[in-house]
Structures are given as C-alpha cells and as structure tokens.
C-alpha cells in the first residue's frame, strides 16, 4: 500500500513564495506519475499539475501556470510543489497523488493514492 505524506503549508502573505513536499513510501516511486491537486471550502478538489516517472514531463493547470513547479527526487521518493507570486485564491488544502504509470493527466479519477493533505493560507 502505498502511502503519501505532504507537509510545508502555512500562512503566507499575497506575492510571497512557499514550497510543499510529498514523501512516499510502500511502492517503487519512480514507477508512478504524480499529481497536485487542490481544495478550497466550498469548492471541489481540483488539479493543479502532474510529473511524469522521470520527472521530463510536467503539465499544469491555466491558473498556476508560471507560477508553480513540481519537480520530484526519485532517490528520496519525494515530489516537490514550489509556489511563487501566490494569490489569495491559492488558499486552499494541497495534496499530492499518485498513480502507476509514465504520465498521468488532470482527472481525479487517475489517481489511485492520496495524501492527507496540507493547509496553505496566502493573506491579502
């Protein structure tokens, strides 16, 4: 069973930077893609970007777009989540998941495991 343990959120002001980790444990990491996703109250989860295997290939969502990058250390089983210029819509809980396979896209239903998740609050 795979598991999956973000941590790094917290309050930051508008325009400010903040970096969240996922670390995995229980499967062979670089046999899956990665994927982040996003909830704010009241709001469904949504996607915010996925790696492949390799870490060659990222895509993200238009609303984070120049703004966040994920990267991932097969060596440590850890996937990255930089956020910069963050907004106040970017309040939200982050999680991370994962699915086995080179790439995966922007579904929920992709992905097989997920994180607990992490609070990241950006104050105006």
């Known amino acids: 069973q795979v598991q999956l343990v973000e941590s790094g959120g917290g309050l930051v002001q508008a325009g400010g930077s903040l970096g969240l980790s996922c670390v995995a444990s229980g499967g062979t990491f670089v046999s899956f893609s990665l994927g982040w996703f996003r909830q704010a109250p009241g709001k469904d989860r949504e996607f915010v970007g996925a790696?492949?295997?390799?870490?060659?290939?990222?895509h993200y969502a238009d609303s984070v777009m120049g703004r966040f990058t994920i990267a991932r250390d097969n060596a440590k089983n850890t996937v990255y989540l930089q956020m910069n210029s963050l907004k106040p819509e970017d309040t939200a809980v982050y999680y991370c998941?994962?699915?086995?396979?080179?790439?995966?896209?922007?579904?929920?239903?992709?992905?097989?495991?997920w994180g607990q998740g992490t609070q990241v609050t950006v104050s105006s």
């Open positions: 790696i492949s295997w390799n870490g060659r290939n990222s």
């Open positions: 998941a994962a699915v086995r396979g080179y790439y995966s896209g922007s579904s929920r239903d992709e992905y097989d495991y």
